[in-house]
């Protein structure tokens, strides 16, 4: 593109050979009727199946307006795809959203508004006031909550959803944040297998610790019935990645460099 878009939207994907070209013409169909410019950006982290492939597809069939790029990464976890999207993000605004469009793509106009409006940086939530979570299992619920209040309690961040997967920057606070993330940055681990972390909390703990403006949005959320979330293996390690941020923290790891 000659000017830069207003908003880079990027789709992390692992296996998601059944769902992704569908999401991706969701995505381009409503982004390419709105007032603004936009990107969509796909990082595939490392797929063993015919994601890749099916993104290929979408691109050379695609006919619409709005750029769109695939970016293949090893598998590495999640948080180093939306790393590695949300620092090739061109737009002023760059949000990550999950393949299953959990989040529909037209609460985009939501996180877009909050950040036109001062916002350094606009989390959804699950909770609260004007927020809406449909067919999620009450044990998956209780278990959200109980890792919330770990957060709270261990790391000072009082948000009432730092999970949910739908979260925007201003482009160069992305830049910053992203660049000094170190639970899954630049130097993350290959993985053998599916890996659900806390990268959330470190970005969003970094975002705080900076002084950035966080808004939360209220958003509506479908749970996804072909998650690949297991809910103790990955509670475990989500709670022992808090605890290294704790850490680092307390070891000065976070500070700016003068």
Do not use: C
Not at 9 to 15: K, L
Not at 92 to 100: K, N, R
Not at 105 to 125: C, F, N, P, R, Y
Not at 211 to 220: A, K, L, S
């Amino acid at each position: 593109m000659s000017a830069r878009p207003l908003l880079s939207v990027v789709i992390p994907t692992w296996n998601e050979e059944k769902r992704i070209q569908a999401t991706l013409a969701t995505v381009t169909t409503y982004l390419s009727r709105q007032e603004y410019s936009a990107e969509v950006i796909v990082v595939d982290d490392g797929s063993s199946d015919g994601t890749v492939a099916a993104v290929r597809s979408f691109i050379e069939q695609y006919s619409g307006p709005l750029p769109v790029r695939l970016i293949e990464n090893e598998h590495r976890g999640k948080g180093y795809a939306v790393r590695t999207g949300m620092l090739a993000g061109e737009g002023t605004y760059v949000l990550f959203t999950d393949a299953d469009l959990s989040t529909p793509i037209s609460e985009v106009g939501k996180m877009v508004g909050a950040l036109q409006a001062g916002a350094d940086v606009a989390i959804g939530t699950r909770q609260g006031i004007g927020a809406e979570r449909r067919g999620e299992p009450f044990y998956r619920h209780l278990l959200g909550r109980i890792f919330n209040l770990l957060v709270r309690l261990i790391l000072g961040l009082n948000f009432q959803d730092t999970q949910a997967g739908f979260k925007g920057f201003r482009r160069e606070v992305a830049q910053d944040i992203f660049n000094h993330v170190r639970l899954y940055g630049a130097n993350a681990r290959v993985l053998k297998h599916s890996a659900v972390t806390g990268f959330d909390v470190e970005v969003l703990y970094l975002a705080w610790h900076r002084g950035y403006r966080i808004d939360e949005i209220p958003i509506h959320w479908q749970y996804g019935t072909e998650s690949k979330v297991r809910p103790l293996v990955d509670s475990l390690r989500m709670l022992w990645d808090v605890l290294r941020v704790r850490r680092m923290a307390d070891q000065g790891l976070y500070e700016r460099k003068r």
